[in-house]
């Protein structure tokens, strides 16, 4: 099945839960913020995140009311835009006023409901500070704090290799949904399979937990394990910046 079998509102109802389980992990980082600009979530991100300190989240918005928001306001000048799209080609919009596609995510979704069984024994619930500031000192793109712990909806998972945690990753509680987001495989653990097989239990114990389906975003490099996996992708995130800004 593609994203084309699919009724429209299935797919903003995953566009929703996926951009709210995003904003609940980034609105546990310290300095982190976000109001509402015309309708538009504006967010200041508390830590670097590719170079990015303030975002307008449109999501499905029309880019040209997206523009006359940031004419209006020039401090957003410098703010990036995230903007879902159904279309392989970038925003003609947007490039004509001068942004440039830096980033695209595939939003992504299976069906776990018949994937239930028993729980790999390797791959465990991290509950205790010690064990988040471990694994938080060990992954090298810093998206595990601590404050995790203080949102019971949040889980955080690793897959353990010698008492190593290789692989990791954030699962997101909502319903018949579970969002599974910053998957990670320290690196000289990649490329031997670790990915898959803490994906594959992730899945389980979703199953298990009574939900239906997994939502997550991909970026090109994460794309090939999902397909392979089975997922379908919905649609594209995707996040622009103006030509003009210096390179970060």
Not at 44 to 60: M, T, V
Not at 100 to 118: E, K, P, T, W
Request: a negative charge; aromatic letters at 8%; glycine letters at 8%.
């Amino acid at each position: 099945m593609t994203a084309g079998d699919l009724h429209e509102d299935e797919v903003r109802q995953a566009e929703r839960v996926y951009s709210a389980a995003y904003l609940r992990l980034e609105a546990a980082v310290p300095g982190f913020s976000v109001d509402l600009i015309d309708s538009v979530p504006h967010i200041h991100y508390g830590r670097p995140k590719a170079g990015l300190s303030q975002e307008l989240y449109a999501g499905d918005i029309p880019s040209a009311v997206v523009l006359d928001i940031i004419a209006r306001h020039p401090d957003l000048a410098s703010a990036f835009v995230a903007i879902n799209s159904r279309d392989d080609d970038s925003d003609a919009v947007l490039v004509a006023a001068g942004y440039i596609r830096i980033i695209r995510n595939y939003l992504m979704r299976l069906d776990v409901s018949a994937l239930g069984g028993r729980p790999d024994s390797q791959i465990v619930r991290l509950s205790t500070l010690a064990e988040i500031e471990r694994l938080a000192a060990m992954r090298e793109d810093g998206r595990i704090i601590p404050g995790y712990l203080d949102d019971s909806a949040l889980s955080c998972f690793a897959l353990m290799a010698d008492n190593v945690p290789v692989a990791s990753a954030i699962v997101v509680g909502d319903g018949d949904t579970s969002v599974i987001e910053y998957v990670h495989t320290l690196e000289r653990y990649r490329r031997l399979g670790y990915g898959r097989w803490l994906m594959r239990g992730l899945q389980r114990l979703i199953a298990n937990e009574g939900a239906r389906w997994v939502v997550l975003s991909s970026n090109e490099r994460g794309r090939s394990l999902y397909d392979a996996l089975g997922y379908q992708r919905l649609s594209y995130e995707d996040i622009y910046r103006r030509q003009d800004l210096p390179s970060n």
